[in-house]
């Protein structure tokens, strides 16, 4: 339980700076909109290509660890989606957003750091797995739905363009598709160049999470928190729930299976607020369940941890 208070603390406590900051006058409402459009635009792209480029993507692909973890995803996706739509009656829009919230699991600043401290630094090799292709997936997903249900009676060929144009405008889907060919071509960058994106990416998660902080002065629950919660229980619950079936049914070998769980028992990214804000729908329960979920993923997380062993 300390290790993962540890771990979590810490990013809750700069969520609650850039809160402070913000609600104290410290920092104003346009410094939070520059600095959210500095870490989707720029700095989590380049964190994002930075990661793919040198990645071992011949290493631990387990088509069962994949299988077992995107179900559970794509599960997590469609709950959060229809739940929206037909229990809390949200328009399609914001549907898809919600949706998005419950897929994105917080992979890299939690599930990493959650899983060296309870198996060690050799069992991430699933880990990477799953985060390689864990963007591309999560944003095609979300970037794909929110286009049909935007291009609604436009035909299939003129909402099969719109999702490409959206895909290929993003600039996160710009940084991963840069890193994989960066990666698949074994091109090797210029180390001036390297340093250069070294230092963008020690900024993106610091600057994403502060910024959110910031954003959930503007956000509060008020109105949306059967909503919220119900994001949080799909993420923290349902998803890691259907990645264990899955895995015990496809008899996932021990250290992938607890990867997989692990990585899907996280709470909500700071992506899925990003995600929201892009297409400016349901941020509020974007970026409350980010908050919510992370605080009530100290419990959660404990308990699939035991039930690991």
């Excluded at 502060?210 to 229980?233: N, S, W």
Aim: aromatic share 12%; with cysteine.
């Amino acid at each position: 339980m300390q290790a993962l208070i540890d771990v979590i603390l810490p990013v809750f406590l700069v969520i609650g700076f850039g809160y402070l900051a913000v609600w104290k006058g410290y920092f104003s409402d346009a410094n939070v909109d520059g600095l959210m459009k500095f870490t989707q635009s720029f700095a989590i792209p380049v964190l994002l290509f930075s990661a793919i480029s040198r990645l071992d993507l011949s290493q631990n692909f387990d088509a069962r660890l994949l299988i077992s973890y995107y179900t559970g995803s794509a599960t997590a996706f469609a709950a959060g989606l229809l739940g929206a739509r037909f229990l809390f009656k949200r328009p399609w829009e914001d549907s898809v957003v919600i949706g998005f919230a419950c897929l994105f699991a917080n992979s890299v600043l939690l599930g990493l750091a959650i899983t060296e401290r309870a198996y060690g630094a050799s069992a991430l090799n699933p880990n990477y797995a799953i985060i390689a292709i864990h963007s591309p997936f999560c944003y095609g997903l979300g970037i794909t739905s929110m286009e049909i249900v935007r291009a609604r009676g436009q035909g299939i060929a003129r909402t099969a363009t719109s999702v490409l144009r959206a895909m290929f405008r993003n600039a996160l889907i710009l940084g991963i598709t840069l890193g994989f060919i960066v990666n698949l071509s074994g091109i090797t960058l210029p180390g001036v160049l390297t340093d250069a994106v070294d230092l963008m990416v020690r900024a993106a998660l610091p600057a994403a999470i502060f910024a959110l902080g910031g954003v959930l002065v503007r956000y509060k629950p008020e109105g949306d928190l059967r909503t919220i919660l119900y994001v949080c229980a799909v993420s923290l619950m349902l998803h890691p729930a259907i990645v264990w079936m899955m895995g015990s049914a496809l008899s996932l070998p021990q250290g992938a299976f607890r990867s997989a769980v692990l990585t899907a028992s996280m709470a909500p990214g700071v992506n899925a607020y990003v995600f929201a804000n892009i297409y400016g729908r349901a941020r509020r329960v974007a970026a409350s369940a980010v908050l919510i979920g992370t605080l009530g993923s100290i419990l959660t997380v404990w308990v699939w941890l035991a039930l690991l062993g």
